[in-house]
């Protein structure tokens, strides 16, 4: 059974940096484009970041420049954050892009930046 788990979350100041962690069990990392999502209460889950299993990646225009996207291995994905802002509090999700061909979601970590 795939198993996600993403880490690192909390509350800080707006300004401020987390980074997050994605540990994926199996190969589903090694062999799929992965991604980060988040969703703020009310909202719908959005797409922040992806990284393709040849590394190109792609960001949100909102986190351009503040967000980066990376692997160690096949296991193990990552997302640093710097220059939080308030709008970026959500909950935040790894897992495979598309969404379509996710069959499993994780509990998420929940970030809060204060203003």
């Known amino acids: 059974q795939v198993q996600l788990v993403e880490s690192g979350g909390g509350l800080v100041q707006a300004g401020g940096s987390l980074r997050l962690s994605c540990a994926a069990s199996?190969?589903?990392?090694?062999?799929?484009?992965m991604a980060w999502y988040r969703q703020a209460p009310g909202k719908q889950r959005e797409l922040v970041a992806l990284t393709t299993t040849d590394g190109r990646t792609t960001y949100a225009d909102s986190v351009k420049g503040r967000f980066t996207i990376s692997r160690d291995n096949a296991k193990n994905m990552y997302l640093q954050m710097n220059s939080l802002k308030p709008e970026d509090t959500a909950v935040y999700y790894c897992?495979?892009?598309?969404?379509?061909?996710?069959?499993?979601w994780g509990q998420g970590t929940q970030v809060t930046v204060s203003s």
């Open positions: 897992n495979v892009y598309p969404t379509y061909l996710a069959d499993y």
């Open positions: 199996g190969s589903i990392a090694s062999r799929n484009t």
